[in-house]
């Protein structure tokens, strides 16, 4: 169970209901993160796995619903909702396909990933490891 964040280490965006819901969640997870203070590889990953949870939603299951950041210790915690109540599945590959490997870049970089049902649709959500950041001791002259 991860730790509960504080409220001023919770954000949330109303994802568009059209094409521009990546570019928006992209924008959103980034500027945030960032200004929390992670380090650039960390946001890096989280822009791209949301990326791909908001490509899902607004294929699968339009409108996209909310873009949800939370913060805690050693996580970050990132949650689209969606309309669908239908379960994330992690698709079989065929090697010439176009696309379907969303949820395999959300298996291979997560920290953690699954879904809960909701009154109207789901959530899903995954979780990324922030690095704890070791300060050198200080130097003695």
Do not use: Y
Not at 11 to 20: H, N
Not at 45 to 58: F, G, P
Not at 127 to 139: C, L
Request: net charge negative; hydrophobic share 45%; aromatic share 6%.
């Amino acid at each position: 169970m991860l730790p509960s964040p504080t409220d001023e280490h919770i954000a949330r965006l109303a994802l568009p209901g059209d094409s521009g819901a990546g570019a928006a969640g992209r924008e959103f997870v980034t500027a945030q993160l960032t200004r929390w203070g992670l380090p650039p590889d960390t946001v890096e990953i989280a822009v791209l796995l949301t990326s791909e949870l908001v490509a899902n939603a607004v294929k699968h299951a339009p409108p996209p619903g909310d873009l949800t950041l939370a913060l805690a210790d050693e996580f970050v915690r990132v949650e689209v909702g969606d309309s669908s109540s239908a379960p994330p599945a992690v698709a079989e590959q065929q090697p010439r396909a176009l696309g379907g490997r969303g949820l395999l870049l959300v298996e291979a970089l997560a920290a953690r990933w699954g879904w809960r049902q909701e009154t109207q649709g789901k959530v899903v959500w995954f979780t990324v490891t922030v690095p704890s950041v070791r300060m050198a001791p200080p130097v003695r002259w």
